[in-house]
């Protein structure tokens, strides 16, 4: 299961779907332009990251994380904070190159972006900022129209429609999009196999605003091919502020898990 994260779903998980024509929509790419729109800060960041992952037989288990992003070039760095287990471990991405640091010993170690971040369902892929219309693009059915549709989320009124991979490194080459029809505003998502087999469902539960975008500071991934398996992300404490470069660095990661 990939994160982008708990006992009760905020939206209801039935929808019902008008009986509109696909060609009385708008255009899937328009909507996913707007996505992105609605939350491309342009800034470097820095907040908070809590994950609350439930798994059967094996309790709660809660992190705590700093997270600092710089926005020219898309690096970023991962401190932990909880548990002790975890404490003063972290990760640090720059250009096509993903470390994972550990302060038992020390050193550092290459890792592949797919990676789970410090034992939880998290990966270095949930905390990039990679564009959607350049990830996926709308799906077609058999006469070659979009597969979108307006209906209900709740008592909320939504556009669901459906995408296809475009790249080959996504970890799902296949997704359905709830938005909202008044600001675009994604609200839930399905994650599919090649295969077409439902790997995961992710709700959109709240969000922020920030420099006039918005922000999805809770979420909450339901993991389908393991049943039971639950995570929630809340991100508080947002600062947009310049950063200093040698954040970035092992360095500073190294002297920060002191």
């Known amino acids: 299961?990939?994160?982008?994260?708990?006992?009760?779903?905020?939206?209801?998980?039935?929808?019902?779907?008008?009986?509109?024509?696909?060609?009385?929509?708008p255009a899937i790419d328009s909507l996913l332009k707007k996505m992105e729109n609605n939350i491309s800060i342009s800034t470097d960041a820095r907040?908070?990251?809590?994950?609350?992952?439930?798994?059967?037989?094996?309790?709660?288990?809660?992190?705590?994380m700093m997270y600092y992003r710089r926005d020219k070039d898309n690096a970023f760095l991962i401190v932990f904070s909880a548990p002790e287990a975890e404490k003063g471990n972290g990760y640090l991405r720059i250009g096509d190159n993903f470390w994972m640091y550990r302060r038992n010993t020390r050193t550092f170690q290459h890792i592949n972006r797919d990676e789970s971040i410090g034992g939880s369902d998290a990966s270095g892929e949930d905390f990039e900022t990679r564009k959607l219309t350049e990830l996926y693009k709308p799906a077609a059915d058999s006469a070659g129209n979009e597969i979108i549709k307006e209906g209900k989320l709740g008592s909320i009124a939504v556009y669901r429609f459906e995408v296809r991979a475009k790249v080959s490194d996504v970890s799902y080459p296949y997704k359905i999009f709830?938005?909202?029809?008044?600001?675009?505003?994604?609200?839930?998502?399905?994650?599919?196999?090649?295969?077409?087999?439902?790997?995961?469902?992710?709700?959109?539960?709240?969000?922020?605003?920030?420099?006039?975008k918005f922000v999805?500071?809770?979420?909450?991934?339901?993991d389908e091919f393991e049943k039971g398996n639950k995570t929630t992300v809340e991100i508080s404490g947002i600062v947009t502020e310049k950063l200093d470069d040698r954040i970035f660095t092992k360095a500073y990661l190294e002297n920060l898990s002191k």
């Open 1 to 25: 299961m990939r994160t982008r994260t708990i006992i009760a779903l905020f939206f209801s998980a039935i929808t019902v779907l008008s009986s509109g024509y696909a060609g009385d929509m």
């Open 47 to 64: 907040a908070k990251v809590m994950l609350t992952q439930q798994k059967p037989n094996q309790g709660v288990k809660n992190f705590e």
């Open 178 to 212: 709830w938005v909202r029809t008044d600001n675009g505003l994604l609200l839930k998502e399905q994650s599919f196999s090649s295969s077409k087999a439902l790997m995961s469902t992710a709700y959109y539960r709240k969000y922020t605003t920030v420099l006039g």
């Open 216 to 222: 999805p500071v809770l979420q909450l991934f339901i």
